[in-house]
T-cell receptor
Framework: SQKIEQNSEALNIQEGKTATLTCNYT??????LQWYRQDPGRGPVFLLL?????KEKRKERLKVTFDTTLKQSLFHITASQPADSATYLC???????????????FGSGTRLSIRP | GAVVSQHPSWVICKSGTSVKIECRSL??????MFWYRQFPKQSLMLMAT?????????EQGVEKDKFLINHASLTLSTLTVTSAHPEDSSFYIC??????????FGNGTRLTVT
């Protein structure tokens, strides 16, 4: 069956450390993968998109990798801050070859807590 | 950046009544809108995909007669939960997409059916 798994339901780390979140998928061959942040009672906010031909993508303190052989994406937050505490969701489009107006399937999310 | 407005942000209704939720794209035309439902501590589950001017495509297990979706324009989609029951209580989130960009989400609607 097709699955998207974020293997940590919750992750607690010390401020200043690097947080690493994992997303694994099975029986999909996505052309791209996305990461979103969701705060309690709010809708998800798009963070980064990485395509299958990209190994790594960076945006400020965020870094995403995409290994299509392992069927895995890693999401890193360096120099983590308490304000980074949120749920992070990985998502993929199981069908389309581009990112335009496509159906997105979400992983279950990892609740990240950064303690001061 | 692109903004999606969802209204109301919360609603409490009695069992058997219907509730309408609106989703608007404020500064772009959304060719497609998606409706999700999220239960506490769970991920977003796609309910249906809505394209302007055509019937919505519902995911397996989602009753189309219960969750009525109308996408009358490129900036507005509505979800009506008909004859709501307590088990319909959930967090409903819409998202809108325009060509070549990732999804933009509304801030969700907390529905409580008493």
């Amino acid at each position: 069956s097709q699955k998207i798994e974020q293997n940590s339901e919750a992750l607690n780390i010390q401020e200043g450390k690097t947080a690493t979140l994992t997303c694994n998928y099975t029986n999909y061959s996505p052309a791209y993968l996305q990461w979103y942040r969701q705060d309690p009672g709010r809708g998800p906010v798009f963070l980064l998109l990485i395509r299958e031909n990209e190994k790594e993508k960076r945006k400020e303190r965020l870094k995403v990798t995409f290994d299509t052989t392992l069927k895995q994406s890693l999401f890193h937050i360096t120099a983590s801050q308490p304000a980074d505490s949120a749920t992070y969701l990985c998502a993929l489009d199981p069908v389309s070859l581009d990112s335009s107006a496509s159906k997105i399937i979400f992983g279950s999310g990892t609740r990240l807590s950064i303690r001061p | 950046g692109a903004v999606v407005s969802q209204h109301p942000s919360w609603v409490i209704c009695k069992s058997g009544t219907s509730v309408k939720i609106e989703c608007r794209s404020l500064d772009f035309q959304a060719t497609t809108m998606f409706w999700y439902r999220q239960f506490p501590k769970q991920s977003l589950m796609l309910m249906a995909t809505s394209n302007e001017g055509s019937k919505a495509t519902y995911e397996q297990g989602v009753e189309k007669d219960k969750f009525l979706i109308n996408h009358a324009s490129l900036t507005l989609s509505t979800l009506t939960v008909t004859s709501a029951h307590p088990e319909d209580s959930s967090f409903y989130i819409c998202s809108a997409a325009s060509l070549g960009s990732p999804l933009h989400f509304g801030n969700g609607t907390r529905l409580t059916v008493t």
